[in-house]
């Protein structure tokens, strides 16, 4: 709980582990809170609280601030205490008058198993195996939320949460059955005395088991399905509710928002439940809010300081009634500092500095007529990368939405009869379709939902029900915030999806003289197809060409293209390739000899031929884990579960379909960084690291004009658990840890400038251009590589090592600039 002023560039870490075991030299530290109220009171005018869960949530940030007189963003603290506490703010909704979900409290060393058996009857559970949910009371992003099955494993899963920390006090609550989640954004709109809560579009959470899975597997909402891109979960923004269903929750989270003091926003979830209930008596609780004719709608979860993804529901219901990002946010802010008399200076100076940068920029977009560069983001695609690619290409569009001579324009590219029945298929480039997508059609966590939702515009019935709802919301919204000289209109106006097929998409962006950022991952992305039909079309593009893409994508082809390197400290890994139905058909036993013998290895590592973003790579030790992997290719499995193979890992996801070959490599042995957990004589986390093997897993950026290539600064990513980068690890904020560069202490200034004249000479003889990523293992005494694979259109998500490399430059070169840098190397080799 120690407070630390940090560089913004380090808000682009996956997590704080990434930096902070050197804090003390890189940022300016506080000797405690206190002081560092004590600063924030004298340097800023308002704060904007987004810690998630304990201190952020339950009222200690708030409490802090109150105590220096700091005006904040939010809730005040005492509200926050009773809202944030599941059991606490179960119990006031029931004296407010609503309906809630029955619970048992379970509080470190006070378990009362009798006590927990006496409840399970009481709302008609088997005490044997009756299906509850035991969560912390005072946790958030659904952390510590498991099911439990009967008395005894309900009790030992709460008293496993108390055990590891994560809570003393957990709460055991029925589990919903039949019932469908939800969640809606509540926004303030009044004025300082008088609270006026508009509830916006709010979102179905739609669970979904996977079918191709042996493994038992809960439908509940948990860290995973909420915050990784996954099948596993659909939204829909508005819900699929009756009318009167979707009013009595937006009704009820206003209502709600005011009598438990709520400021400025809140996220509120909830179930509707279709079919009566046993556990929830109807002549008890006739009188409470909740019921309605086609079920009983509950509120369950309080969420003071809603995500704030580029994806999170605050933006995806935002923008669906007419707010960007950043009008939201500003939304949120302004609202906040009205209830602050101290404020009120600087909320004038912000009104009219706000007319002013209104009025010109109205003037200079009639003076620039329709003179902006047309930029159009491709993303999506067919290939397991698909779901990292939309969050590439999201993050791309709304950095260079920033410059305002560009008009960036977000597109899907999808297979033409949809997703859900193209796995089996064989596809060439004519049977993908393009969709130009409005502004709240890419908030989505999935290519399918975001192609569902292109589908559900058109569909006259859904698009009424979306027209009519969201018309309701703006003009609740629209009358008291234009009473504000702060607000400036809603800036997103409700535009419809089009569809293309590839071709006709590619001449209509030759058109309209546009510039294409690819970043569609893998497949017709990344082997040339895609930068062939375009450069055919005389259409500039970002990223190497056809000849050079085609090489990289196939990673026996890129270590073929490199072998001559060595005198440059290149060198490659023997492969042996195989048809993946040759070797389902094939003596596991006898291939497991024959890789032995011909890698000369002891543990294999396993790679579809094709595929990226660690899909389908793992490390095989024996017979047993060959198959054990084919099984899941045979079966068509999404993901393998952790710890499935013999040596410790996390969950890898599959590709569906399987891919036509594998790759076999000897598994290289790497040094294990760690970063320490232990507060050793007071002092901060530091880097462990044996030094006992030379070779260290890296990956590098290139940037540059063709021949020209330039290294970035290499990371050393730390894998958190098992012997490869998992996906989350590579692409997902809050996890993985990422060294930019690497510490001196592990490599040296002339091995890593060894290292990065490696890469370039590798880059400039593969023909690289624009940029691309280079996958390597590094010997850290003398800085030659080996290389792992080469990634043309890299990730390009808020979290990933590019933008953390990027940032490491002299001077930092910062997201919105690095996107525009490559759009402009386009254009250079355009002309």
């Known amino acids: 709980m ?3 002023a940090i560089s913004p560039a380090q808000l682009y870490s996956n997590t704080p582990s990434d930096f902070d075991f050197k804090l003390e030299s890189l940022a300016q530290a506080f000797h405690s809170l206190s002081d560092f109220a004590e600063h924030l009171s004298t340097n800023v005018d308002v704060v904007f609280p987004v810690i998630h869960g304990k201190f952020g949530e339950d009222g200690g940030i708030q409490a802090l601030l109150e105590k220096a007189n700091v005006p904040f963003v939010g809730t005040p603290s005492k509200e926050c205490q009773c809202a944030f506490d599941k059991h606490s703010a179960s119990l006031e909704l029931d004296i407010q008058g609503f309906l809630t979900v029955p619970n048992f409290l379970v509080e470190k060393d006070k378990l009362a198993k009798p006590e927990l058996e006496a409840w399970f009857q009481t709302i008609n559970l088997c005490k044997e195996n009756g299906k509850v949910i035991v969560k912390p009371t005072r946790a958030g992003s659904s952390i510590g939320v498991v099911v439990a099955y009967g008395v005894n494993d309900a009790a030992q899963k709460a008293e496993e949460i108390i055990s590891e920390g994560i809570d003393d006090r957990v709460i055991v609550e029925i589990f919903l059955e039949g019932g469908t989640e939800f969640t809606a954004i509540v926004v303030d709109v009044g004025t300082a005395n008088n609270s006026e809560p508009v509830v916006l579009l709010p979102t179905e959470i739609e669970l979904q088991r996977s079918i191709s899975s042996d493994t038992k597997e809960d439908t509940i909402f948990n860290y995973r399905k909420k915050y990784l891109p996954t099948r596993q979960v659909v939204y829909h923004t508005p819900p699929r509710f009756p009318a009167e269903v979707t009013d009595c929750i937006r009704e009820g989270l206003s209502l709600l928002f005011r009598r438990l003091g709520l400021h400025d926003f809140a996220r509120i979830d909830g179930w509707f439940l279709p079919s009566p209930v046993t556990s929830l008596p109807s002549a008890e609780n006739s009188g409470k809010f909740g019921n309605t004719k086609y079920g009983i709608v509950l509120f369950t979860d309080i969420n003071l300081i809603s995500g704030m993804e580029q994806t999170s529901f605050l933006f995806q219901q935002a923008s669906a009634v007419g707010f960007s990002h950043s009008r939201i946010l500003r939304t949120v802010v302004q609202h906040a500092c009205s209830r602050f008399p101290s404020l009120v200076p600087c909320k004038n100076a912000w009104t009219t500095l706000s007319k002013k940068l209104r009025s010109s920029k109205q003037a200079e977009a009639i003076h620039k007529g329709t003179s902006r560069q047309k930029v159009f983001v491709i993303f999506g695609g067919d290939t397991s990368e698909r779901q990292v690619s939309l969050m590439s290409g999201t993050n791309v569009w709304l950095n260079l939405q920033g410059f305002d001579d ?23 480039d004519i049977s993908r379709e393009v969709w130009t997508l409005p502004y709240p059609l890419v908030l989505r966590h999935t290519t399918e939902e975001v192609h569902a939702a292109c589908v559900e515009a058109t569909q006259p019935e859904r698009v009424e029900i979306t027209s009519r709802l969201r018309e309701q919301v703006m003009n609740e919204l629209g009358p008291p915030l234009s009473k504000h000289d702060w607000f400036a209109g809603f800036d997103i106006a409700y535009e419809q999806p089009i569809k293309y097929p590839l071709q006709q998409w590619i001449n209509h962006v030759k058109e309209a003289g546009a510039v294409v950022f690819i970043a569609v991952h893998g497949g017709i992305g990344e082997d040339g197809t895609i930068q062939t039909l375009l450069e055919s079309a005389g259409v500039p593009y970002t990223g190497p060409g056809p000849i050079a893409s085609r090489t990289c994508m196939n990673k026996v082809a890129t270590s073929l293209a490199v072998e001559h390197l060595t005198s440059y400290g290149v060198h490659t890994i023997p492969k042996d390739v195989r048809a993946t139905e ?38 095989l030790c024996c017979p047993k884990d060959l198959e054990v992997y084919t099984n899941a290719l045979r079966r068509k499995f999404q993901r393998l579960p952790a710890n499935c193979l013999s040596r410790a890992h996390g969950v890898i996801e599959m590709p569906v379909p399987p891919p ?23 002092n901060a986390r530091h880097l462990v690291w044996k030094g006992e093997n030379d070779w260290l897993e890296i990956t590098v950026g290139v940037v540059g004009k063709h021949g020209e290539m330039q290294s970035l600064n290499p990371s050393i990513t730390v894998k958190e658990r098992g012997d490869i980068l998992s996906l989350e690890e590579k692409f997902q904020g809050g996890t993985g840890i990422n060294l930019t560069p690497p510490p001196a202490t592990i490599m040296s200034e002339e091995a890593l400038q060894r290292c990065k004249r490696s890469i370039e000479v590798m880059a400039n003889s593969l023909g690289l251009e624009g940029f691309s990523r280079i996958d390597a293992f590094v010997n850290v005494r003398n800085g030659e590589v080996l290389l792992i694979e080469v990634n043309t259109v890299p990730g390009m998500t808020p979290s990933t090592v590019l933008i953390h490399q990027a940032l490491a430059e002299e001077p930092p070169v910062y997201p919105h600039r690095f996107f525009r840098t490559l759009l402009d190397l386009a254009f250079e080799r355009a002309k």
């Open 406 to 428: 560009l008009d960036v324009t977000p597109c899907l590219l999808a297979p033409a009869n949809g997703y859900f029945s193209s796995h089996d298929q064989d596809f060439n």
């Open 2 to 4: 120690n407070a630390f």
């Open 660 to 682: 036509e070959s594998l790759i076999f490599e000897p598994f290289i042995e790497t040094d294990e960084i760690i970063i320490s957990n232990k507060l050793e004589n007071g």
């Open 582 to 619: 040759e070797v389902l058909k094939s003596s596991l036993i006898d291939i497991w000899n024959e890789l032995k013998a011909k890698l000369q290895t002891e543990t294999v590592c396993v790679k579809p031929a094709r595929d990226g973003c660690s899909t389908g790579v793992a490390r």
